[in-house]
């Protein structure tokens, strides 16, 4: 116990060094628990509450008196930018903002099913990455049956947030009634509430500077039939200086508007960007700002380094005035709104995981509210898990139950955009090689990938199609044996260090609620080349209490510990005060046998496509998908040093000498 200890203090320590380590469940990185900086609570650090509204939550701030931010993207133009979207939009979400939102682009067919539409992309969004989403809807040149179904295809994804406007004509066309249309965001307000009740919490916009094609006064008063129409909350077009808000504000109280009004701020990030949106939305810079981007104007890092100054300054004053959350229009970029975050005392990465696999929009979606455990197969392919288990009416709570049948999807679409790598093709072969000579080329890669060495070309090796999120610090305790397996052809997608009553708040292994103890089996999952099938078989006959299973991509080959039933087995779990032991990761020897398509297949998806059909390279990959075999291995006898790497180590020696080599007592 006191050499685990230490171990975990060691990955702690190791953890800035660059090694993310293994292959366990992706963990955050985050902060100790504590409350940040400037707030009178710490519930930002907190998962959402389950089942709660998106305008229920803005209001729970509110009233918590708690500083908070949201976010806002555009989607792109084509699937590689709607990948790389999705990635900064993940990598965004750590920092744990209230929600985001997707605008909507009507000459993109937003509703549509292309990875580049809004509806998608705020879908994956929501169902994949587990942030409240909200998605924009104009009703500018759309009839109420089209914006009824758009309403409905939104409400299927669980989609429950919307930002209701009225849009603007296409390009080069002035604003016309509609024919069995809505003429204004107001009547489009009342038309969601009329066909769909409480389903939608909706936000209007608000013109702090005055909507360019209507008097302030004007305005205001058709933003206050908006808000009595039923619109939840307001957010504001940008603004440059904190006194523009905080008089709207006045102005919007004034006239009897009370839901809450958010800012809009939009960090001024180049100079182009600036004139070219501050020309779309008419609004005038003041001359100070532009006294002092002027002189700096090609110098794209000056500018953003200002813009992040100037708009931490302006939203000190605003918290100064009683202003608790802030919408960042990012243009899609991260750098300067992190900056800004940061500054604040916003930026926060969840100090405490509930469970020791990612969540998947537990608050958001009412389907997988109960979700308790999953099958450790997918630890390092969330999202994937989401993708075929998405048409599952209940989700496991406290046990898995019977998979005698475990109604997973198929494979048909699951090479869609958000679960492919968001590096490019040239980055990957800088990786995992331009050229493959033969398989220890790919055992090569493996290992850098383990140990965080750059390969022979110079490149770091960060991502593997079996893990897409890099390495977790648990691993480092186990690091040295996973690399000696790598280089010897045992290559590791999956592996867990044994853990015996670990204090749930330890920074490496623990989850769940204070004062609770954490336990696991020490776990391997790894492919193997045939040569090393009968060896390693032989040397488990002298370990009971290691349960495997060996399988083949045909299913040829299905190899399982003799007198094993087909019940699930714990690998994790947690024992926390007043409460039932939790169990949220298995190894199941069904839903191994549907993972084992998707590991085999990745191969050559990921891998093997980047070669051209007929190359060496891709004969290599080929042959590994055919020949080796993908095992996974657990150590029942969690309290002592796992055998795990003997039991390996004999088989490779067994395979190279074919002699025997005798179990060693465990101590």
């Known amino acids: 116990m006191e050499e685990l200890l230490k171990q975990l203090e060691i990955a702690k320590d190791t953890q800035s060094s660059g090694y993310h380590s293994g292959h366990c469940s992706p963990r955050s990185q985050c902060s100790p628990r504590s409350s940040r900086s400037g707030s009178t609570g710490s519930s930002r650090c907190v998962s959402p509450t389950l089942q709660l509204s998106l305008s229920q939550l803005i209001q729970e701030r509110v009233e918590s008196n708690d500083r ?19 990635t900064r939009i993940e990598t965004m979400g750590e920092g744990v ?14 509703a549509s099913d292309t990875p580049t539409s809004s509806m998608k992309i705020a879908s994956t969004v929501l169902n994949y990455q ?19 179904a758009h309403l409905e295809k939104a409400k299927g994804y669980g989609i429950r947030n919307i930002l209701a406007l009225r849009g603007d004509p296409p390009h080069g066309q002035d604003w016309r009634a509609s024919d069995g249309g809505f003429d204004y965001a107001v009547d489009f307000v009342k038309h969601i509430h009329e066909n769909f009740g409480d389903d939608f919490s909706v936000c209007v916009a608000g013109y702090p500077a005055g909507h ?21 909350f307001i957010i504001t ?3 440059f200086e904190a006194s523009t808000f905080i008089q709207f504000v006045k102005d919007c109280r004034k006239i009897g508007i009370q839901c809450p009004i958010i800012p809009g701020v939009m960090p001024i990030q180049g100079y182009h960007s600036l004139r070219n949106l501050a020309k779309l939305s008419k609004l005038n810079v003041p001359d100070h700002i532009m006294d002092v981007v002027q002189p700096i104007k090609e110098n794209d890092a000056a500018i953003r380094n200002y813009g992040v100054q100037l708009a931490v300054d302006m939203m000190k004053e605003l918290y100064e005035n009683d202003v608790l959350g802030v919408h960042f229009y990012t243009l899609n970029r991260e750098v300067a709104t992190i900056e800004i975050c940061r500054r604040l005392g916003l930026w926060c990465v969840d100090p405490q995981r509930t469970l020791p696999w990612r969540l998947s929009n537990r608050w958001v979606s009412s389907r997988r509210a109960e979700e308790e455990i999953r099958p450790i197969f997918w630890s390092s392919r969330p999202k994937s898990y989401i993708h075929r288990t998405q048409t599952w009416d209940e989700f496991p709570n406290g046990r898995w139950g019977n998979s005698n049948s475990p109604a997973y999807g198929h494979l048909a679409d699951y090479h869609i955009f958000y679960l492919r790598h968001a590096a490019g093709d040239a980055k990957l072969l800088n990786m995992w090689g331009a050229e493959l000579a033969g398989e ?3 055992w090569q890669a493996f290992a850098c990938y383990v140990s965080g060495d750059e390969n ?7 991502t593997l199609p079996w893990n897409e999120e890099g390495l ?12 000696r397996l790598n280089k010897r052809g045992c290559l590791t997608i999956n592996s867990q260090p044994n853990i015996n009553g670990v204090s749930s708040d330890n920074p490496i292994a623990g989850w769940g609620p204070d004062n609770g103890y954490i336990y696991q089996k020490a776990y391997l999952e790894m492919f193997i080349r045939p040569q090393l099938l009968q060896p390693l078989l032989e040397v488990l006959r002298d370990y009971p209490n290691v349960n495997y299973h060996i399988v083949d991509a045909t299913g040829a080959i299905d190899k399982t510990t003799e007198h094993m039933d087909e019940k699930p087995i714990a690998v994790t779990w947690g024992v926390f005060p007043g409460s039932e032991i939790i169990q949220p990761t298995v190894v199941d020897p069904l839903s191994f046998r549907i993972w084992k398509d998707e590991a085999f297949d990745l191969w050559t998806e990921y891998w093997g496509k980047l070669y051209e059909t007929g190359s060496k390279s891709r004969a290599v990959i080929e042959k590994i998908r055919a020949t080796y075999m993908l095992v996974n291995l657990v150590d029942n006898d969690y309290p002592k040093d796992s055998c795990l790497w003997e039991i390996v180590d004999a088989a490779l020696e067994r395979e190279t000498t074919g002699s025997p080599r005798m179990a060693a007592t465990r101590g």
């Open 97 to 110: 903002p209230l929600f985001v939102d997707i605008t909507w682009h009507p000459a993109g067919n937003p």
């Open 472 to 483: 977790c610090p648990e691993s480092l305790m186990i690091q040295k044996e996973l690399i």
């Open 212 to 232: 360019p094609d209507t008097p302030y006064e004007e305005d205001l008063q058709h933003l206050k039939e908006k808000v009595d129409a039923g619109a939840d």
């Open 440 to 442: 220890r080329d790919v």
């Open 237 to 239: 077009q940008l603004f």
């Open 456 to 462: 022979a070309r110079g490149f770091k090796v960060t």
């Open 68 to 86: 908070w931010f949201s976010l806002e993207f555009f989607p792109p133009r084509t699937n590689n930018g709607a990948t790389n979207l999705i």
């Open 130 to 148: 587990g942030l409240e989403t909200m998605l924009h809807m104009t009703c500018c040149n759309s009839t109420k049956e089209q914006l009824t």
